[in-house]
């Protein structure tokens, strides 16, 4: 790997050449363990009959938006399934899901770090910066030269692509807890992780929520750009119609990630924020306590 004439394309080079002699044992065990997750989800996933899918999904569609989200889902995965592309969409779903975890579960932490730690905040600020400007294609290359072809080395793009919005967007909103309600939780003794956990994450919570909802939508484009390395599921269907110079098919593909996608948005941003029902129950609430408060002083 010695085509780059620039010193910034030969440290790229380096560093990869420098990582796949000396660690390849830790890549090849990392990307057994992540293999692994990836096939039992996937495997959890299609062994729920598809009915059982849809009904589960709608339920949740009508508890958190109404009758009109829940016919929706309904709709669109009947649509996915009556193209023929549920199989596809099970993969690509197992993918975004694995991604998404693993992208929780380093974001989360970082961004809550980089709210409390000034310096953390500017590095991880001009990282995160890199990681959204590179452009996505080029994420695919080192994860080919270190892991192969597969999944494996999507889910890894996948996650260093759909990272940043949740690390971003959980310091945001750690940022954004008043100082008058960590002042009332110091004054009555409370300690920094119940601060974290009782205080600051609970009113950040509609921010971090924003953040897995882009997070799950970055890794959904990504894993359709994966499918040039293997992913699979509708990506791949994508890609077949475009090396066929096939409309049909690649209408079909496109259809179903764009279903997908409005389904797993709209399902994700419903939990961060309040439904109307409970909004109109307290609204109900404080006006009959008003009521009865204006009552029992007349």
Do not use: C
């Not at 495997?43 to 958190?64: E, Q």
């Amino acid at each position: 790997m010695n085509g780059s004439s620039s010193i910034f394309g030969r440290f790229a080079e380096n560093l990869v050449d420098f990582l796949f002699q000396h660690f390849r044992g830790g890549f090849d065990a990392f990307a057994f363990v992540l293999g692994a997750v990836v096939k039992f989800v996937e495997i959890a996933i299609g062994t729920i009959p598809f009915l059982v899918v849809v009904i589960a999904l709608m339920a949740v569609a009508l508890w958190r938006r109404g009758p009109i989200l829940s016919l929706f889902v309904g709709a669109a995965l009947s649509t996915i399934a009556y193209m023929g592309l549920w199989a596809q969409t099970v993969t690509t779903l197992a993918l975004v899901l694995s991604a998404t975890l693993f992208s929780l579960v380093i974001g989360i932490p970082l961004g809550i770090w980089g709210a409390n730690n000034r310096r953390v905040d500017i590095v991880l600020r001009s990282l995160l910066d890199f990681m959204q400007t590179m452009p996505a294609f080029v994420y695919l290359i080192p994860a080919v030269i270190l892991f192969g072809l597969g999944r494996v080395p999507a889910v890894i793009a996948t996650v260093i692509f759909a990272m940043p919005p949740v690390v971003r967007l959980t310091n945001l909103g750690i940022k954004q807890v008043r100082d008058e309600l960590l002042e009332a939780g110091r004054a009555f003794g409370s300690t920094d992780a119940q601060l974290l956990w009782k205080i600051q994450l609970p009113n950040a919570l509609p921010s971090i929520m924003a953040g897995v909802n882009q997070t799950i939508m970055m890794s959904l484009s990504m894993v359709v750009v994966a499918s040039m390395i293997g992913a699979g599921g509708l990506g791949e269907y994508v890609l077949n119609g475009i090396q066929r110079l096939d409309i049909g098919i690649g209408f079909e593909g496109g259809l179903g990630v764009v279903l997908l996608a409005i389904v797993l948005d709209r399902l994700t941003e419903s939990f961060g924020a309040k439904t109307k029902k409970p909004r109109r129950a307290a609204k109900s609430v404080n006006m009959s306590s008003t009521k009865r408060g204006a009552d029992g002083t007349a």
